[in-house]
């Protein structure tokens, strides 16, 4: 029990810090927004369509985010970009660096993963 809380919390951790970081900067495809400014309520829905889409970045706003999120990359040419933190026009990105608190936290379901990526081609940038 103690060795999964301590897995489901770093996971949270890492998740957190990873949805606080810029973007990279070779994004192919469309944006796409998450939050309650945004066009996507949920990061899933955004993933999934910016993967259909053939990649693209993924712009998420300052909040909680209740979900787990699944990433399938299986075509080479797909990129993803995964950004957190932005303010409400998604114009400024509230970096962690900066502020010193996360602003973008994706907490799962109790005995879920926060993120969990299964590729076998493409290409997905969570990264400073």
Not at 96 to 104: A, D, M, V
């Amino acid at each position: 029990m103690l060795h999964n809380d301590l897995l489901r919390n770093l996971a949270r951790y890492c998740v957190t810090l990873a949805f606080a970081m810029p973007l990279a900067a070779n994004a192919t495809g469309g944006t796409y927004l998450v939050g309650p400014d945004g066009v996507y309520a949920t990061i899933q829905d955004a993933v999934n369509q910016a993967v259909t889409d053939g990649g693209g970045t993924i712009k998420i706003e300052q909040g909680f985010y209740f979900e787990s999120v699944v990433i399938g990359l299986s075509n080479a040419a797909t990129v993803l970009n995964i950004s957190g933190s932005w303010n409400q026009y998604f114009s400024s990105n509230l970096s962690y660096l900066t502020s010193g608190t996360p602003t973008s936290i994706v907490t799962p379901d109790p005995g879920s993963n926060a993120l969990y990526v299964n590729a076998s081609a493409g290409e997905l940038n969570i990264q400073d």
